[in-house]
Every structure is written in structure tokens, then in C-alpha cells.
């Protein structure tokens, strides 16, 4: 007789899988006490009823929902059977695309897809330990990034989900988010001759991480997550957690509870497509360009990726942060500087806004540096 089990599905196991997340996901709900999106439940059970009370929000409030995911760097975390870092760039991906809005974020949720929650053979254990890693890392980069987490859904998808080992897994996010309709970072506000600031980040954070692998894995073969460089693992610094830059944005901003202690007239968010793409972005509305001739200098691993590959220049900076995980733009520099120093975030004042368009950066990569790299937005 056909059975769930027999399929590969161990509901008994699911469900202590899921309690974990759940578990931990009941540990952030403090961090939005007394505050807007504090977690109310009317009766406290596994699948119970969660919510939020917006009845006595005021006109102007706007709310949105934003939708991201780890990517590939899953694989990594598998290679490293190391999960515990993997939801502060998970957060990074969701909160930080929210806060470059004027946002706060409030609530996230989450689906996490695995392959399997035991492995094949039955007398070879299960993953629970690798769930209670997720969990743990869940909870220290909800509190980072000071939101409350909703629930602990979980999937056991057999062949659905393959990656580098039997504990594969995806993870998706979505953030609820709550602003002020006269504090948006529109991007309207930009005038040429205005600061940049660049906040730094050390890792790779989620973009880039395929060409990443490959790159490794071409010339330190299948296992190159075991080779040591600069002594380290390159599995341990590809891994490195993406820094979640949400607390110092919000202070700045005001986001949707505080009061605003400095003036930023946009933000971007450096993910997929650079910075060439993210502040042309965050551009676009003002018609402004910006001139970028002290960027941070790129981490010494992706330099690495970069020479073993090859990769121009221009390339790099279209595919990876190459060094800044945010960029600030605002007319006045030092209250931003002096609250990236309070929340320890490197930061450095990196050029200006211009009135001419196109976005111009003195190239700290490592096949044509000190040149100017000149990037323009094609037609859309």
C-alpha cells in the first residue's frame, strides 16, 4: 500500500522541522513590542491565527509588501553544511530594498523549499541540526534588522529541490513595510552637486554568486570550497553574511516610527546589476548623473574572482557590489557618516551627484584601476 512516507515525506518530521522555525520565529516577536507591527495573538497554537492591528494608522500611511531570496548562495551554506548566517542575507535582500524606499520594515515571512529531512538511508540521521542553524540565524538577523518574523513554513519537496548535498534547499522572503506618503525617497529631490555616501560591505551579500562558483570551481576544481586562501576557507568567505543596513537607514530616514536625524533624498540598494544599475535607479526621477571618484575599495576575494575570470572592469562593477552594499545621496554628509559610525558601518563620502547624466566611477578593479569607467542608462 502507497503511503506519503513511502514518497518520501515524513509528516512526523515535518512537523518538528517546522516547530523549530516556528519557535524561533515566536523569539522576534518582542522586538516589535509596543511599536507598529507588534504581533498579536488571539490564540497561541502551531498554526494559529497572527496579525497586526493598523486600525489606528493615519491618512498618508502607505503600506507595501516586497518579495526577494537568497539565490544561489544556498549552495555555499550546503557545501559549508553551515546554515546559521544564511537568513542575514536573506533579511539584507528584503528589508534593505525596503528601506531605500523611506520605508520601515515591520513583518517578514518566509517559505524555506528542502530537498529532504532525512537522508536517504534511514540509519544516516536527520537535519534537524541544519534546521536549528537556520532558526538560530533567523532569529540574530530578525533583531538586526529589528523586525518580528510571522511564521516558520517549511516544505519537504524530494527531486524538486537539488543543490550540492541531500539537505538542499531555496528560501524566498517577503517583507511588510509601512511609510509615510510625505517621507517616500522618491528620488525627486536630487539636485547635482549633492554627497554620495557609500556604506561598506565586506562580502558578497546574494548577487553575483553564480559566476561567482563557477569561477571558483573552474580553477580550484569541484571541492574548491575547501581550498584555503589567505588563510581561510573560500567556502567560509564566499559565506560571509551580507551586512543588514536597515537600523542605520531608518534612524536616518525616520522610517515610520522615529523622527528623521538626517536628509536623504534617495537610496540604492546595490544588488543585481551594480552600481551602474541600482543608482541610475535612484537617479532616473532628478534627470541627475553622478561622478564617483573615491569608491571603496572591492573585497580582496571578489578582486580574486575577478582576475581568475579575467572579468573586466566595467564587467565587475555591473555584476557585483564591488565594495558598497548602499549608497547614501544627500545634501548634507555628516549626520549620515556619524550614524554609519554609530551603527559600525564603514562608510565614506565616495563623490557627488552631476547634472549631466550617466553614472562615471574611478575604477578600484583590478584589470584597469584609477580609469573612468562611464556607464549610461540604455533606452527603456
Request: aromatic residues 6%; charged residues 20%; contains cysteine.
Amino acid at each position: 500500500m502507497g503511503s506519503y512516507a513511502a514518497a518520501g515525506v515524513d509528516l512526523s518530521l515535518g512537523d518538528r522541522a517546522s516547530r523549530i522555525l516556528y519557535e524561533a520565529a515566536q523569539k522576534t516577536w518582542k522586538i516589535r513590542q509596543d511599536r507598529l507591527g507588534e504581533v498579536l495573538v488571539p490564540f497561541d497554537d502551531f498554526s494559529g491565527l497572527r496579525a497586526i492591528d493598523v486600525s489606528g494608522l493615519p491618512q498618508g500611511t502607505w503600506m507595501m509588501l516586497g518579495f526577494d531570496g537568497v539565490g544561489t548562495k544556498v549552495e555555499v551554506a550546503e557545501r559549508m553544511n553551515q546554515h546559521d548566517t544564511i537568513a542575514f542575507d536573506l533579511l539584507a535582500m528584503v528589508c534593505d530594498d525596503a528601506v531605500i524606499r523611506g520605508a520601515e520594515p515591520v513583518l517578514v515571512g518566509s517559505i524555506l523549499d528542502v530537498s529532504r529531512l532525512a537522508q536517504r538511508s534511514p540509519a544516516r540521521g536527520e537535519f534537524l541540526e541544519q534546521i536549528r542553524q537556520i532558526a538560530h540565524g533567523y532569529t540574530a538577523a530578525a533583531l538586526e534588522a529589528e523586525v518580528a518574523i510571522v511564521n516558520g513554513e517549511l516544505a519537504e519537496m524530494g527531486s524538486r529541490v537539488q543543490g550540492y548535498s541531500d539537505f538542499s534547499y531555496n528560501w524566498g522572503a517577503a517583507v511588510l513595510w509601512f511609510g509615510h506618503q510625505d517621507r517616500m525617497l522618491t528620488g525627486k529631490k536630487v539636485q547635482p552637486g549633492e554627497s554620495i555616501i557609500a556604506l561598506a560591505e565586506e562580502g558578497f551579500r546574494s548577487n553575483g554568486l553564480s559566476l561567482v562558483r563557477r569561477t571558483l570551481e573552474e580553477h580550484y576544481g569541484e571541492h574548491w570550497h575547501e581550498t584555503r586562501w589567505q588563510g581561510t576557507l573560500l567556502g567560509q568567505g564566499v559565506l560571509a553574511p551580507s551586512r543588514i543596513y536597515t537600523r542605520a537607514i531608518v534612524e536616518m530616514t525616520g522610517g515610520y516610527t522615529q523622527t528623521p536625524t538626517a536628509q536623504v533624498h534617495a537610496a540604492a540598494h546595490i544588488t543585481g546589476g551594480g552600481i551602474p544599475e541600482k543608482l541610475a535607479r535612484a537617479l532616473r526621477p532628478s534627470g541627475c548623473g553622478a561622478h564617483l571618484e573615491a569608491p571603496l575599495p572591492p573585497p580582496p576575494l571578489m578582486l580574486h574572482c575577478q582576475e581568475l575570470a579575467r572579468i573586466s572592469d566595467k564587467e565587475a562593477y555591473k555584476t557585483w557590489h564591488m565594495g558598497h552594499g548602499m549608497l547614501i545621496i544627500t545634501p548634507q554628509p555628516g549626520p549620515v557618516l556619524e550614524i554609519a559610525q554609530k551603527h559600525r558601518i564603514p562608510a565614506q563620502l565616495i563623490g557627488q551627484t552631476t547634472q549631466e547624466k550617466g553614472i562615471h566611477i574611478r575604477s578600484q578593479g583590478c584589470q584597469s584601476p584609477h580609469s573612468l569607467l562611464s556607464f549610461f542608462e540604455e533606452h527603456r
